[in-house]
């Protein structure tokens, strides 16, 4: 099957930017999504982006997506210690009635 | 609101026994799903229910039962555990199918450990 790929950990100073990519290889995705699961926690709804958008901000989100590439990254400004946590990035499927996740990043956020 | 919830957060099975997890949802979603998460793999979908009555088979459904018998309720059966069912268990629901945008909701995970 399709694969959503991301890298598995990444480590930023407080107050730097985070960057965290993922990639995915069907390109009938509708609605790509990134999610935060916190430790002992499920996953929660970060943000989303349709598909025939290019970029999506909100607050210290922004998510950009590359369709021809089929990159998809999420960047956070101003990175706190309590954005540490585990990022899924995901996708839709229409057609399939379907949902991918990727393997997730681990976020570390130095003091 | 209690949102998802799961019982239980922890169990410890021997090999051949069985157990069910529960998941309940108090926001009168009509979707619910069973996920596992294992390291490095994501999650994976296990079965789906679209309703009250009504299950689907997922990614990984082998060695796994469910059953919705009331709309905010998604039970997950194992009638023989294996220590490849070592993983840990989210239940999530929503409004609607995936066709559209729809937010999935999670519980906060059983982590179960088959010896």
């Known amino acids: 099957g399709e694969d959503v790929e991301q890298s598995l950990f990444l480590s930023v100073r407080e107050g730097d930017s985070s960057v965290i990519n993922c990639t995915y290889t069907?390109?009938?995705?509708?609605?790509l999504y990134w999610y935060k699961q916190e430790p002992g926690a499920g996953l929660q709804l970060l943000t989303y982006i349709f598909s025939n958008m290019d970029m999506k901000q909100d607050q210290r989100l922004t998510v950009l997506l590359n369709k021809k590439d089929k990159h998809l990254s999420l960047r956070i400004a101003d990175t706190q210690t309590g954005d540490s946590a585990i990022y899924f990035c995901?996708?839709?499927?229409?057609?399939?009635?379907?949902?991918?996740f990727g393997a997730g990043t681990r976020l570390t956020v130095k003091p | 609101n209690a949102g998802v919830t799961q019982t239980p957060k922890f169990r410890v099975l021997k090999t051949g026994q069985s157990m069910t997890l529960l998941c309940a949802q108090d926001m009168n979603h009509e979707y619910m799903y069973w996920y596992r998460q294992d390291p490095g793999m994501g999650l994976r979908l296990i079965h789906y229910s679209v309703g009250e009555g009504t299950t689907a088979k997922g990614e990984v459904p082998d060695g796994y039962n469910v059953s919705r018998l009331k709309k905010q309720n998604f039970l997950l059966g194992l009638e023989s555990a294996a220590p490849s069912q070592t993983s840990v268990y989210f239940c999530?629901?929503?409004?609607?199918?995936?066709?559209?945008?729809?937010?999935?909701?999670f519980g906060p995970g059983t982590r179960l450990t088959v010896l």
């Open positions: 999530a629901s929503s409004y609607s199918s995936w066709r559209g945008h729809n937010e999935q909701f």
């Open positions: 069907d390109s009938s995705s509708t609605y």
């Open positions: 995901a996708e839709s499927i229409r057609d399939n009635n379907d949902m991918r």
